[in-house]
T-cell receptor, first 116, second 112 residues
């Protein structure tokens, strides 16, 4: 079974600064997808960024980018120019590309605080 | 484009009762997955439905069940509620041929 670990329960960053959230995963599969979701106080889960395991290029979405290290099974999220609206719980998630279905396995989450 | 909708948003029940939650997917999305979120256990997968068939099931007791209708709307049912069933229940939907799920706002269930 796949597992996802987020070792930072809480992180804080100053507005306009850069922060990196860590995520490691364990799998024996070679085909899979990785995601970062954001959950603000409203509790609505919002997709931040996705990465396909067979793509070596790191995904980027505006101020959000990932550092995907497949051999190390690491998938960190970098938020540049942090804004107050980035404050939320961030979840790293894994989805198999080798079995049917859309099941996501989530990490424990990292609570990000943005200080003005 | 309308997002994933879940009803009701909040629910209070007592132990022993049963509850039904509903999830309406984004138009064109045929896969519906359900997750339970609690402070202690985090986000856990309950089950997934696709084309009215259960495609995957998580490690939850038989009191948790679900179904999907021909219009892809899904319901989950919890019978004989326990205090530990208090949680945020999230559904997520996905379009065929894609790999990304989109979540609804959740239903907050409180069991007294």
């Amino acid at each position: 079974a796949q597992t996802v670990t987020q070792s930072q329960p809480e992180m804080s960053v100053q507005e306009a600064e850069t922060v990196t959230l860590s995520c490691t995963y364990d799998t024996s599969e070679s085909d899979y997808y990785l995601f970062w979701y954001k959950q603000p106080p409203s509790r609505q889960m919002i997709l931040v960024i996705r990465q396909e395991a067979y793509k070596q290029q790191n995904a980027t979405e505006n101020r959000f980018s990932v550092n995907f290290q497949k051999a190390a099974k690491s998938f960190s999220l970098k938020i540049s120019d942090s804004q107050l609206g980035d404050a939320a719980m961030y979840f790293c998630a894994y989805r198999s590309g080798e079995t049917s279905g859309s099941r996501l396995t989530f990490g424990e989450g990292t609570q990000l605080t943005v200080n003005p | 484009k309308a997002g994933v909708t879940q009803t009701p948003r909040y629910l209070i029940k007592t132990r022993g009762q049963q509850v039904t939650l509903s999830c309406s997917p984004i138009s064109g999305h045929r896969s519906v997955s359900w997750y339970q979120q609690t402070p202690g256990q985090g986000l856990q997968f309950l089950f997934e439905y696709f084309s009215e068939t259960q495609r995957n099931k998580g490690n939850f007791p038989g009191r948790f069940s679900g179904r999907q209708f021909s219009n892809s709307r899904s319901e989950m049912n919890v019978s004989t509620l326990e205090l530990g069933d208090s949680a945020l229940y999230l559904c997520a939907t996905q379009r065929p041929g894609t790999d990304t799920q989109y979540f609804g706002p959740g239903t907050r269930l409180t069991v007294l």
